[in-house]
């Protein structure tokens, strides 16, 4: 069993930027591909972006490439999801995954484990 908890999501105008972050408990993630998901009102949840187990394989949506850095700290077991020049757009639910694989993937279903989620606000 795996625990995840998001954290950092606010409240933030259109331009700035935000950084969350999710803690894992009760399994060593090193080993597994870990990625953040996106889900507005109204709207399916969507990939953002993903992390390979060594941390060197990053891959991103189209929508956020360049703006979002994805990262991982296996010693403090966390990920990190770093947003830069936000919209308001980008307004959703964020939630962080794991998937008890080494290989990453941007298909919902495909993860096992998720977090509760953090909201993001941006503000026009």
């Known amino acids: 069993q795996v625990q995840l908890v998001e954290s950092g999501g606010g409240l933030v105008q259109a331009g700035g930027s935000l950084r969350v972050s999710c803690a894992a408990s009760?399994?060593?993630?090193?080993?597994?591909?870990m990625g953040w998901f996106r889900q507005a009102p109204g709207s399916e949840r969507e990939f953002v972006a993903a992390?390979?187990?060594?941390?060197?394989?990053?891959y991103y949506a189209d929508s956020v490439k360049g703006r979002f850095t994805i990262s991982r700290d296996n010693d403090k077991n966390t990920v990190y999801l770093q947003m830069n020049s936000l919209k308001p757009e980008d307004t959703a639910v964020y939630y962080c995954?794991?998937?008890?694989?080494?290989?990453?993937?941007?298909?919902?279903?495909?993860?096992?484990?998720w977090g509760q989620g953090t909201q993001v606000t941006v503000s026009s």
């Open positions: 995954a794991v998937r008890l694989s080494s290989g990453v993937a941007n298909t919902p279903q495909l993860y096992d484990y």
């Open positions: 992390i390979g187990r060594s941390g060197f394989g990053t």
């Open positions: 009760g399994r060593t993630l090193s080993r597994y591909a």
